[in-house]
Each structure stands twice: as C-alpha cells, then as structure tokens.
C-alpha cells in the first residue's frame, strides 16, 4: 500500500490496485471557517494543485461530512463520475447531489478488490458535543496481498477503537491526531490516545494526521513526537508525515 498525506485528513490511499482519495478538502488557505475563534482555516496551502491530488483516484471516501473533511471547493472540482463512498446518513448530502454514482456504506462494502467495512467513530465525549459533531466514521481496508488499514477518521480513543483494532488487527492504523477542541472538548486524539492506539497494536504502523491545518487542533507534528518519543513510541511505529508525503508499507511489516 502506498499512502500519500495531501493535507489534514486528505489523502490518496493506493491499495489492492485501486486509489482512494480520502476526505478531500481542497479550500485555499484561509479561506474557510474558522473553528475556534482564531484563524480561518485551512491553515496551509495544499502542496499540490486540485488536479494532481485528483489524478489517477478511481474512489472517493468520505469518513464524514466536516468542512474539514469534504468542502464546496472539492465538491465544485472532483469530475462527477467517481464513485464516492459515504456515511448511509450523508448519502443525501447537498455536496453529493451533483455527483452520479454515490454508494452509502451501510457497513460492508467492495471496490474492484477491495473490501472496506465502516465502524464506530466518537467525535467527542460528551452528550452534548457529540449532537453538535454528528456522526462520523472509521473504515476498515482489506486486500490480498496487503496489510489491513483501519482509517479510525474522526474520533477519540474508546472502546469501539480498541475493539476494532482487537477484531481486524491492522497492520496500518491512521489516526487524527490534532487534539482538536470544540467547547473546549477533544473530538479528535490527542498526542496521550495516539500514544494508546500504538500501545494497543505494537505491531501496527500508525500513521498520524490530521494537525496544523486547522486553527481548533492543539497537536503538532513536533510535540506529537515529542509525546511519542517520552513515551518510547519509536520513530519507526509512529509515522508522521509532512503534506505531501508518501508512505508505503508492505505487506511483511503487518501483523
């Protein structure tokens, strides 16, 4: 598998002979929402152009609709042709009206060779922040040939976290990572949860985004590894790439 991080949890996910975009968002910087009160976000420019972090996709997966997560700018430039996979929930979405071929994941489904299973995700804690984030998602990947990826999206360390990774065992965890706040609640993992994710799977590869792109995250790629390295988390489970990086990781190096 090849993963290539595009910007906060945009990615291009190459697996089982298919490419899956992931969350695009493709919002110029600045020029978005602010979730804090701080700065519009995104933050940062994406490092590529539109197009090239379209290129060569043949699926789009959407963990769940956030203006972090999905925008109008990507709605607006992705050819409507792409099969795009969703929440069952956010099927009607008004961002997907115009695109042709859009698959709810009620829980299972394939793409090509690949078979993906959508499970649990809490986007907060308590009651009340979780009416505000909705429902969010995480996905599971399985090919042949390929270590298992459990896409946790959106959520927090609990039990339906440690449950999937109990289940699928994956060989590749990605996780977002940015502590990000709403009311001053985490919606997303903090450097501490990443820091059980990797204690959970030692054997996984656990790739960390999701930080620096939005101006609600209080995590950053330097004091994620500076957690991780106090913790003896080693650079070699705990992947945290730069925008625009790729990661490939064979099949060998999964459980």
């Not at 996780?175 to 993992?189: K, P, T, Y």
Request: with cysteine; proline share 5%; charged share 25%.
């Amino acid at each position: 598998m090849k993963y290539q991080l595009i910007r906060n949890a945009t990615a291009k996910l190459s697996y089982g002979g298919s490419v899956f975009l992931l969350d695009p968002a493709f919002a110029k910087k600045g020029t978005g929402p602010s979730y804090a009160g701080e700065r519009k976000s995104p933050l940062v420019d994406m490092p590529c152009m539109m197009w090239e972090a379209e290129s060569r996709a043949d699926a789009i997966v959407i963990s769940h609709i956030h203006s972090d997560h999905f925008d109008t700018a990507a709605a607006e430039a992705l050819d409507k042709d792409h099969p795009v996979f969703c929440q069952p929930s956010e099927a009607g979405h008004e961002l997907l009206a115009a695109f042709e071929d859009v698959r709810p994941l009620e829980e299972g489904g394939l793409f090509n060779e690949v078979a993906m299973q959508r499970v649990p995700a809490r986007h907060g804690t308590s009651p009340e922040v979780l009416a505000d984030m909705g429902e969010a998602s995480g996905i599971v990947f399985f090919a042949a040939g390929e270590p298992t990826v459990y896409w946790a999206g959106d959520t927090v360390w609990y039990e339906d976290v440690k449950r999937a990774i109990d289940v699928f065992m994956p060989g590749v965890i990605i996780v977002h990572a940015g502590g990000a706040l709403w009311n001053g609640e985490l919606i997303v993992m903090d450097a501490a949860q990443v820091i059980e994710v990797c204690r959970a799977a030692p054997e996984a590869k656990v790739i960390a985004v999701h930080m620096e792109s939005c101006d609600h995250c209080t995590v950053t790629r330097k004091s994620l590894r500076e957690a991780a390295d106090a913790a003896g988390i080693s650079a070699e489970q705990l992947l945290i790439p730069k925008d625009g990086e790729e990661i490939v990781i064979l099949q060998e190096t999964a459980f």
